[in-house]
């Protein structure tokens, strides 16, 4: 069975930094594009960091370029998102999801039907 599991979210200050993981079973994450997605309350889902394949080119949205960076531990399993200089405006649920085929650009996008998503994991940044 294919499962993604999320973890890390907590409730840092302006400026701080997390470290979200999404945890997969079930599957390799070298063989899938995995995507970071956040929903705010009141807000449409975002997709702000996704890595493809292999070593494909990663992908992120313009709200997180130079603050976040997407990582794959594949020894792991797991992919990282390291978030520094958080802001109130990245709270939100996060989520991660899995394509098998998608490059990260697409991924990302929100265009495309996801088959594989965790369950979330809650940031919220506040003073």
């Known amino acids: 069975q294919l499962r993604l599991a999320e973890s890390g979210g907590a409730l840092v200050q302006p400026g701080g930094s997390l470290r979200l993981s999404c945890a997969a079973s079930g599957f390799g994450v070298d063989y899938y594009a995995i995507g970071w997605f956040r929903q705010a309350p009141g807000k449409e889902r975002e997709g702000i960091s996704c890595?493809?394949?292999?070593?494909?080119?990663?992908y992120y949205a313009d709200s997180v370029k130079g603050r976040f960076t997407i990582s794959r531990d594949n020894a792991n399993n797991t992919v990282y998102l390291q978030m520094n200089s958080l802001k109130p405006e990245d709270t939100a649920d996060y989520y991660c999801?899995?394509?098998?085929?998608?490059?990260?650009?697409?991924?990302?996008?929100?265009?495309?039907?996801?088959?594989?998503w965790g369950q979330g994991t809650q940031v919220t940044v506040s003073s």
């Open positions: 999801a899995a394509d098998g085929h998608l490059p990260a650009a697409d991924l990302c996008s929100g265009s495309y039907y996801l088959d594989f």
């Open positions: 890595i493809s394949r292999y070593d494909g080119p990663s």
